[in-house]
């Protein structure tokens, strides 16, 4: 049960923004808002999380609405390079790590 | 920095045989999570340990699976018997809880195939 509800797959084109939508509508007050990607035959990695404010790093920024039942990660100029599946993770008080099926991104040169 | 090791990277095995699998965390890192990622599905989250307690082993096949991290540091998973469905890429990862378990790092996992 991940708790989060994702499109199974996206398209973009390269360097062309991206947003990658995450429905959490049961999310508590003291869940954060986890993002990880996974690429081709590789273990995941962190992306970037929050709480309630939007957040921003070297890889994307993390828009979480104001009622924090959804949040939307943002790739700003998408590469080819960002081809991955990205999961949306809702983590209770940090712990309980659970992945959903993910949104499989495409990125068209 | 080293990052999450784990071995062996593939292994084949028969069904009703036995396999472990073994991850060492990064330095520091008291929690440490082991997943199965059937192919084409998201990694499903079997154990979580802090140090050498058990945080969370509610999807754990435990009539067959068990993991063990005794001294805290490294960890171990062992099927016993293995059946055709447990193919699958094992993956373990580890996380600071001194930092909110705020980022966990991964393995490269281990490819098991039971024929």
């Known amino acids: 049960d991940a708790k989060t509800t994702q499109p199974n797959s996206m398209e973009s084109n390269e360097e062309e923004p991206v947003h990658l939508p995450c429905n959490h509508s049961?999310?508590?007050?003291?869940?954060?808002i986890h993002w990880y990607r996974q690429l081709p035959s590789q273990g995941p990695e962190y992306v970037i999380h929050?709480?309630?404010s939007n957040v921003n790093n070297r890889m994307a920024s993390l828009a979480i609405a104001e009622d924090r039942k959804s949040s939307t990660l943002i790739l700003h100029r998408a590469t080819l390079r960002d081809a991955a599946v990205y999961y949306c993770?809702?983590?209770?008080?940090?712990?309980?790590?659970?992945f959903g099926a993910g949104t499989r991104l495409t990125v068209k040169p | 920095e080293a990052g999450v090791a784990q071995s062996p990277r593939y292994k084949i095995i028969e069904k009703r045989q036995s396999v472990a699998f073994w991850c060492n965390p990064i330095?520091?890192?008291?929690?440490l999570y082991w997943y199965q990622q059937i192919l084409g599905q998201g990694p499903k989250l079997l154990i979580q340990?802090?140090?050498?307690?058990?945080?969370?082993d509610s999807q754990l096949p435990k009539d067959r699976f068990s993991a063990e991290r005794l001294k805290g540091v490294d960890s171990t998973l062992k099927i016993q018997p293995a059946k055709l469905e447990d193919s699958a890429v094992y993956l373990c990862?580890?996380?600071?809880?001194?930092?909110?378990?705020?980022?966990?790092?991964f393995g490269q996992g281990t490819r098991l195939t039971v024929v």
């Open positions: 340990f802090q140090n050498n307690g058990v945080v969370d």
């Open positions: 049961t999310i508590s007050g003291t869940d954060y």
């Open positions: 929050g709480l309630t």
């Open positions: 993770i809702r983590m209770y008080n940090n712990n309980d790590m659970r």
């Open positions: 990862a580890s996380s600071s809880p001194e930092t909110g378990n705020t980022e966990a790092f």
């Open positions: 330095s520091g890192h008291a929690t």
